[in-house]
């Protein structure tokens, strides 16, 4: 008996032993997958735990929003349009998704299910399916649930390492997560709580680009520990701080915010859904055609070949404009796309033209810019362009330009103003029309009299002056108008001085 029970004490002696050296193996055999998932769950737990993010359904957040649109600059030499900081407010309602913005007087409603739209002072926009899915992205890594996405099914943890964020040490896991980006999620050393996340993503027309948001000054909201800042970085760059007084989690949603108008809500609902952006060509002259989508360009037709005015937006309009102008003006080659300036919502779309074999045509300030949208890697989402073998070839302008061949003459000419440096306005002496972007708009339904802007009357003097008669201006935004129409409007505007 006493033999057997010393026996027994052994054998659990030994057992114990061996689970130990089992544990201690185990331990030192972590993967780096492994520990990655280990500091993400304790990134987790910091924020309130996994069971706490994972029941969020709504957020709140309230405070200020200051942007810097990359692209968007008066110089192209400079990157950001700097815009001052506006009080802020976001409704995220996770189950759906779909947020309500408020910006300033702007409101913006974006439903993953009815699609979206935002409104300013003068007009109201409809969301177009790449917009809507840019928002899917932000909701699937806003800070709240990125770590439900990241420790969830669909995700891989594929690493660890080590970095710093401002001097102190961070554990770096790489995980890849929805849509198959690559996040790099840093993870302080002490606090355990994430403060930057870095990725890559597509962004149109500079293709891959390197994104970071920081996040500090974490507080409690509720059982959770949130931050209260957030900054974007893009290409290195500062172009979104976002600080907030307030927040809330779970709160009771307020459906009228996230109801759509109902005069645009079929409209809105059928832009959510569709994998296109619709042109229309409306006919100016024999030749010459408007393409109205959201953003509009132009083409016209010459003996041999086509000239389009600006690629706005990106390629899915570009493709749908291309084969308006097939329908409309047959299969010359389109052997120019000139654009007015170097804007990303007006030059969005030229790298479509350029594979189809255009030369852009843009004043001699732009070279650079324009040369980055047609040669930058576009690996994450690869487009017409990055796909051909085509060389892409860029004529500039300094002041004047005439491009004819006998029967169809159009001008450009350099037209420096308060929106932008190297402006070219697109003049048909014959037809009297001329095509511009952002000097002049009238939107449907605008209340008299409209806003003139300084770019206006730089644009007005300058037109006046070089003795051009038109009859139309041919809009990149808003719709055709008179030129007695701008002329009236600045009349207007003096007696209302
Ligand atoms: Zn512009």
Known sequence: ??????????????????????????????????????????????M???????????????GTKQ????????????????????????????????EVEFSGSDIRVTDWVKGGYNRDSRHVRIAQIRQLGAYKKEWDRDIVTFLVGALGEESTVEGISEGRVEGRPHQVVSVRYIDDVLYQVYV???????????????????????????????????????????????????TEVR?????????????????????????????????????TPIELDKGVFFGKAGQHNMWVEFEDFILVAEGPTNEMQSLEAIRQIRKTVGD????????????ADHAGGIRTYVAEGAAVVTHALNEEVIREFL?????????RLSQSEHEPQIETVEDRRTITDGTRTVELMHMPNPHSDGYLVIYLP????????????????????????????????????????????????????????????????????
């Open 1 to 46: 008996m006493k033999h057997s029970k010393l026996k027994s004490q052994e054998s659990v002696f030994v057992s114990f032993i061996l689970l130990l050296v089992l544990f201690q193996w185990s331990c030192a055999e972590q993967t780096p997958m492994e520990q990655g998932r280990q500091v993400l769950q304790q990134a987790a737990e910091a």
């Open 48 to 62: 309130g735990g996994l069971e706490a993010l994972s029941a969020v359904e709504t957020i709140t957040r309230e």
């Open 188 to 238: 302080d050393d002490f606090t355990h709580l994430i403060s930057k996340l870095e990725y890559t993503e597509d962004r149109n027309p500079y293709g891959d680009l390197a994104k970071e948001r920081t996040f500090a000054d974490y507080r409690e909201v509720g059982d959770l520990t949130l931050p209260f800042s957030q900054i974007t970085k893009e290409m290195g760059l500062v």
């Open 243 to 279: 600080e907030f007084s307030e927040m809330s989690v779970n709160g009771e949603i307020q459906e009228d915010l996230f109801e759509i108008p109902e005069e645009i809500r079929e409209k809105v609902a059928s832009m959510a859904h569709l994998d296109t952006i619709p042109v």
């Open 67 to 98: 942007r810097s649109s990359l692209g968007q600059a008066r110089v192209a030499s400079e990157r950001l349009y700097v815009q001052p900081a506006r009080p802020y407010k976001q409704i995220i309602d996770f189950t759906v998704p779909r």
């Open 375 to 383: 040669t930058r890697p576009h690996t994450l989402k690869p487009d």
């Open 332 to 343: 010359k080659p389109i052997r120019y796309v000139v654009t007015t300036h170097h804007h």
């Open 430 to 497: 014959r037809e009297r029309l001329l095509f511009e972007s952002d000097l002049f708009s009238l939107h449907e339904d605008e209340s008299w009299p409209p806003p003139v802007s300084p770019a206006t009357r730089v644009f007005y003097e300058a037109v006046t002056k070089a003795g051009w008669r038109v009859d139309r201006i041919v809009p990149g935004h808003g719709r055709v108008v008179e030129w007695q129409e701008l002329i009236d409007a600045l009349k207007a505007t003096d007696s209302s001085r």
